[in-house]
């Protein structure tokens, strides 16, 4: 069955950076595309980024103002977020999702999410 597990989320100071990942298991992890995306507490989920399958072309959300950058090791079957410049506003929880080659904002599949908490 398919996996995806998110980790690299914790307490991080406003202007620091952290490292998310995204385990996938399951599938073949070449041929879907991996998107981050994130949830505030009260409001509604949020794009960042994905990035497609093999060619790992990337789109960012209108939002995205450079602090994020998405990679994918796909022999390590991992997909990192990299933030940096992290603001409070930036608090939420984490999540990557897949879909089969093509970015889309309907994933197939979500990993179980990690919390980022930027302090002030």
């Known amino acids: 069955d398919v996996v995806l597990v998110e980790s690299g989320g914790g307490l991080v100071q406003a202007g620091g950076s952290l490292r998310l990942s995204c385990k996938g298991s399951?599938?073949?992890?070449?041929?879907?595309?991996i998107a981050w995306s994130r949830q505030a507490p009260g409001k509604k989920r949020e794009a960042i980024v994905c990035?497609?399958?093999?060619?790992?072309?990337?789109y960012y959300a209108d939002s995205e103002k450079g602090r994020f950058t998405i990679t994918r090791d796909n022999a390590k079957e991992t997909v990192y977020l990299q933030m940096n410049s992290l603001k409070p506003e930036d608090t939420a929880d984490y999540y990557c999702?897949?879909?089969?080659?093509?970015?889309?904002?309907?994933?197939?599949?979500w990993g179980q999410g990690t919390q980022v908490t930027v302090s002030s």
């Open positions: 990035i497609s399958s093999r060619e790992g072309i990337i």
């Open positions: 999702s897949i879909n089969h080659y093509f970015c889309s904002r309907d994933p197939d599949y």
């Open positions: 399951g599938f073949i992890f070449d041929d879907w595309a």
